[in-house]
């Protein structure tokens, strides 16, 4: 029954090859998130889809590409991956788009790049 | 300046005691405050939002300063499975849904 989910755990990888996350919702929830928690904590916004709609498409480079088949997944594929791109990412969803919704986050992709 | 910016701590206190976190923002037009609180190798999740006029949950009070953009959290009577890192939230006013994570507040309750 968990609400956000994402696969895979972990992953370790090494420098240059391309990786995909998975995320899913069983919430109904109407928006979703993918989020990059640094090795300093930092949680940044990375993109968020609406409906299916990019919405947010924050200042990541074009190896990130996020894609929403439908409203309860959003996957992220990375390609080329750099050393830097090693952090904790997170997906997350809420009901709808707008100030005072409440976010609800996967338990977290632990990506190293060797 | 940063967007959010909070102390990281840690802060070590003993079970019983009061704690308080503060946390400011940058941008006056910001319109949504929270308190996410993540613990050691999970996910965030929502503790309380922070209204104009404060609020409390429990254990939990959150305060709001618009003025001196300035927002805090207090916890009474901590316990040890109080510990975790306390994340402050804003929303961007130039784009609502957006929010902003201030880098947390590590505590540490100890017995």
């Known amino acids: 029954d968990t609400a956000v989910s994402q696969t895979p755990k972990y992953l370790v990888t090494q420098m240059g090859n391309d990786k995909s996350i998975k995320c899913e919702q069983n919430l109904g929830h109407d928006t979703m998130y993918w989020y990059k928690q640094d090795s300093k904590k930092f949680l940044k916004i990375m993109f968020s889809y609406n409906n299916k709609e990019l919405i947010i498409n924050e200042t990541v480079p074009n190896r990130f590409s996020p894609k929403s088949p439908d409203k309860a997944h959003l996957n992220l594929h990375i390609n080329s991956l750099e050393l830097g791109d090693s952090a904790v990412y997170f997906c997350?969803?809420?009901?709808?788009?707008?100030?005072?919704?409440?976010?609800?986050f996967g338990p977290g992709t632990r990506l190293l790049v060797l | 300046r940063k967007e959010v910016e909070q102390d990281p701590g840690p802060f070590n206190v003993p079970e019983g005691a009061t704690v308080a976190f503060n946390c400011t923002y940058s941008?006056?037009?910001?319109?949504?405050f929270f308190w996410y609180r993540q613990d050691c190798r999970k996910e965030p999740k929502l503790l309380m939002s922070v209204y104009s006029s404060g609020n409390e949950d429990g254990r939990f009070t959150a305060q709001l300063n618009r003025a001196s953009q300035y927002i805090s959290l207090l916890i009474r009577d901590s316990k040890l499975s109080d510990s975790a890192t306390y994340l402050c939230?804003?929303?961007?006013?130039?784009?609502?849904?957006?929010?902003?994570f201030g880098q947390g507040t590590t505590l540490q309750v100890k017995p």
């Open positions: 997350a969803s809420s009901q709808g788009w707008g100030a005072r919704e409440t976010q609800y």
């Open positions: 939230v804003v929303n961007n006013p130039s784009n609502t849904g957006k929010l902003i």
């Open positions: 941008n006056s037009a910001s319109q949504s």
